[in-house]
């Protein structure tokens, strides 16, 4: 009853809450296709794109579209562009190491400190030079004419054979992100802390389950607050992880994976509501798990099932309204010229903080402006998730932001194996007394210093393994911060 209130209270408040905050509110997809959400509802747009899985867009503030990326077809399916609020290429926007059909294959994430500067991630391939998935950078300048790519297809890592998820989240300082990424065939996600398009640390985790080749495809998603991430793959695999937005660190990994389903019914779309109810989608049926309960799985729904058998369900984008709209692909092999109410509409979940068939599905319901939806929707994080106001990298961004000049602060050694010591080079009262602090991940105090000498060793024996924040305090201005591992 309370989610139901809520979500109809969401509904009636919509046009006064949502429309302020506008990198989310312009979507370009599929055949020509795209959306924009307006105070008046969403409306239909079009675009140049032909893309059948990635692609990316972003609007500024105002909801305005600044531009966007993703495959124009034919003999380009291995490559993407990229293009203006007119439709117009960038200049040099051509040839982006892309692939169409790698299901989270693009991502754009603006500069912090440049307004006209963005960097897009791709997923890719050279066949005579990286033969399997890799990653990929490039730079875009919107200050340039009508936008122009500065550095092209710049190389982030070949080593590691990626898949096709790949998602954003906002650090807990609201300004830094999360890019986060998936191994093919391995349990290893692949998890990079972005400033301004400079990569400032890669961490490597193994957790959850192996994704082979056929769990390869299918969607990644976060929550709209940022700290559940949720997978699925076609092999029937459903995991479900907490994401701590200061450390970067998965954990509390749910297994509810499928292995017995036939293999065209298996899983590909995904999203999770604000009162963090997961959806995920089979070609032809939908289904909703509440996260808050202790035994997930046991709280599973089928709440849509699709009796038209020409179509395909794809991917899943939460809107600025609250709903999740849904990708709709005619004939599921490929790309066709033919259009119809099937594929010239995307399927809406109306109420999606409402358990059970009570979210309302609504099939073939919002229509799109230009050709037609495939199985993408463009790769968007929540671009206006803000800091996590009180927590401990909350106050590291200050701390940052503020000191980020004063180099030669360094933990020895890190990561810590009993004890560590602080070094600091460059300030010349260093040999005055600081406050140190050490948080853990959960951003709880476990340790204060409050006259401590640099140089000095601090004991971490009692501490278990994982990451920490150390602050350095001075006259009640903190100075420094870093994260050591244990």
Known sequence: MLRSYIATLILILFPFIVFGQGRNATWCFGDSAGIKFTSGGVVGITSVLQSQEACASIADTSGNLIFYAGS????????????????????????????????????????????????????????TVFPHYSLFSTTVDMSMGNGMVTLKNQIIDTAVWYNEKMIAIKHGNGR?????????????????????????????????????????????TINPEGNKLALVGQAGTINVFDFDRCTGLLSNFINMSDSLLPGFDRYYGSS?????????????????????????????????????????MGQHQLG??????????????????INDSLNTHLTVINMPDVSGIGCNVLPYFQLIGGGRTYLGLPNMPNYELGPMVGSPCDTLTSIHSIHENKKGFEIIPNPVISDFAVSISGIADAENHFELRIFNSKGQLVFKDRKYKVGDKINCTMFSSGLYAITLTKNGQQWFNKFIKL
């Open 72 to 127: 124009i077809g034919g003999s380009n399916i291995f490559h993407a562009n990229l293009y203006d609020n007119m439709n117009l290429q960038l200049i040099n926007g051509d040839s982006i190491i892309s692939t169409s059909s790698a299901t989270q294959g693009l991502l754009i994430l603006p500069f912090f400190n440049n307004i006209n500067k963005f960097s897009l991630y791709s997923i890719g391939f050279i066949p």
């Open 176 to 220: 830094d992100w999360w890019l986060i990424n998936h191994e093919q065939n391995s349990d290893q996600f692949i998890i990079r802390l972005i400033q301004n398009n400079i990569i400032i640390n890669s961490y490597y985790q193994h957790i959850g389950s192996n994704l082979g080749s056929s769990d390869g495809a299918g969607q990644m």
């Open 272 to 312: 999770i509501s604000s009162q963090n109810l997961l959806y995920y989608s089979t070609w032809d049926s939908i289904w909703q798990i509440d996260l808050n309960v202790p035994n997930p799985f046991q709280s599973k729904h089928l709440v849509y099932a699709d009796q038209n058998g020409n179509v395909c």
């Open 320 to 337: 600025l309204d609250g709903k999740i709209y849904i990708a709709n692909m005619l004939f599921c092999g490929g790309p066709t010229n």
